[in-house]
């Protein structure tokens, strides 16, 4: 009956815009799903809107063609709606729309919305009833129908696979999409009565007390903070300690050695403190540059300086402060440089350097017996030289826990705290931020007690030479 569906329309329209204006007012978390509902609550009064007016125009000038155009309005609404539902469920249980779903449901939609525009429409306004028949309505229901369909197969398919699912957030969801299949089962029985505007109020306002409660989301997401900040103050204790322990290692020694030397009774035997002396300030000194590069690198204070440089004089540079370590190791060290390489290139020497540095400090301080080698090569493409500088050894190599944190900062801190480990776990760290800085690529092959091997390759501009 038009007065029935005035009333109902009339409602659902009364309640839209109170639980928009409630849901506007109140503070609210800013992710995808609460995006979505925004929407949602939007298309929910330009519908019941639509639908009211439908009813007005019905009853007082019935005019058939104004009719059907707020009767297409309506269906592409009825469209929007559900297929912003369905964006919702998969958001809220993947916790990102794929570009893929996200493009062939904008395309689904879209062609809804071609058809929905030509498709004919029968209006029906007799002995106060009001009702709508035609391709145009069977559009609207199989447009529902479809979106249900996909809401209930991402819940099937998508909702065990994701551990970080709130599973108090389902119950309304299965609810609500019943009362979604109710609405489409009651549309076919009784075509004449319009629910669809009332239920998806409805829908709306139950979502807002439940799943898309404000005060709620804001609270969880209070607590998300706290057990982060939690976290991290942890996280921040075992690496200051780490740290502490780091400084004060080589510290103590120059200290120790420094008094040795006051001590000393020849010569000979002072130079040996003093050279301990210089080992230990030089491990320190590492450790500080490291930390201040990660801090620039962060707070992007750390510039790229392209000069032009001898790849063989680089090397030679690199391994000299080691000679003395790797003979005292008694390792074998083989450098392997290609002889298609241009004698001078064009880049960023100084960060190479400590690139490298970090590399081949690694090499040796986990490599007790065998060899270090270090090949460089490449090859040209146009007026750029693909270099590629290979540091293999035949050390401790890497165990399978320790790999996928090989790149974070600091993550040897706690493994150091209990002595397994030596270092802070910033040289790698560090070493991938200025290759990234430097658009080249790294690349780590290692095996347990069989070695590793590091592939860098970097694009250089060839010099004058």
């Known amino acids: 009956m038009s007065n029935g569906n005035g009333y109902l329309t009339s409602v659902a329209l009364t309640i839209g815009l109170l639980i928009t204006f409630m849901f506007f007012l109140k503070n609210k978390v800013s992710n995808i799903e609460t995006k979505i509902f925004k929407k949602m609550l939007i298309i929910n009064i330009l519908e019941a809107l639509t639908t009211t007016l439908i009813v007005i125009i019905a009853t007082t000038i019935n005019s058939t063609f104004v009719l059907k ?40 939609n879209a062609c ?12 029906i ?13 069977y559009l609207g229901l199989f447009g529902a129908i479809a979106y249900i369909t996909l809401m209930i197969l991402t819940l099937i398919f998508l909702k065990d696979k994701k551990e970080n699912i709130e599973k108090d957030k389902y119950i309304p969801l299965y609810f609500l999409i019943g009362m979604l299949i109710l609405v489409a089962i009651l549309r076919i029985i009784i075509p004449e009565i319009n629910f669809i505007s009332i239920v998806i109020s409805l829908v709306d306002l139950i979502m807002i007390f439940t799943v898309e409660n404000p ?10 903070y706290i057990n982060q900040n939690k976290k991290l103050t942890r996280e921040q204790i075992d690496i200051l300690t780490s740290l502490s322990h780091e400084i004060r290692t080589p510290l103590n020694a120059v200290v120790g050695f420094s008094e040795l030397i006051e001590s000393a009774e020849t010569l000979e035997e002072a130079k040996e403190n003093a050279k301990d002396i210089v080992e230990s300030a030089d491990k320190l000194l590492k450790l500080v540059n490291n930390i201040v590069d990660v801090s620039k690198i962060n707070t992007d204070d750390i ?36 002889k298609n390489i241009p004698k001078t290139l064009i880049g960023d020497s100084i960060k190479i350097k400590r690139i490298l540095f970090n ?22 493409d146009k007026h750029t030289y693909n270099l590629e500088i290979v540091v293999e050894d035949s050390g401790k190599g890497i165990s399978e826990d320790l790999k996928n944190d090989l790149f974070k900062n600091y993550a040897r801190a706690k493994e150091n705290i209990n002595g397994n480990i030596s270092g802070m776990g910033l040289g790698l760290s560090l070493t991938k931020s200025l290759i990234d800085l430097l658009n080249g690529t790294i690349k780590i092959e290692s095996k347990e007690k069989k070695g590793t091997k590091v592939i860098i390759n970097l694009k250089q501009k060839v010099g004058r030479n």
């Open 125 to 137: 306004v007799d002995n106060g009833i009001l009702n709508s028949t035609g391709a145009l309505t």
């Open 303 to 338: 510039k790229i300086e392209n000069k032009e440089y001898e790849i063989t004089k680089l090397i030679d540079d690199i391994i000299s402060p080691y000679d003395f370590r790797i003979k005292e190791k008694g390792l074998k060290l083989d450098i392997e440089i290609a």
């Open 359 to 380: 590399i081949i400090d690694n090499a040796i301080k986990y490599t007790d017996k065998g060899y270090i080698k270090i090949i460089v090569k490449g090859n040209m």
């Open 112 to 123: 809804l919305i071609i058809l929905s525009l030509i498709l004919n429409v029968e209006i």
């Open 215 to 224: 005060d709620i989301k804001l609270v969880k997401q209070l607590n998300l």
């Open 69 to 108: 155009i707020l009767n297409r309005i309506d269906v592409i609404l009825i469209i929007m709606w559900c297929s912003s539902m369905f964006y919702y469920i998969y958001a809220i249980t993947s916790k990102k729309i794929n570009n893929y779903i996200k493009k062939s449901s904008q395309l689904f």
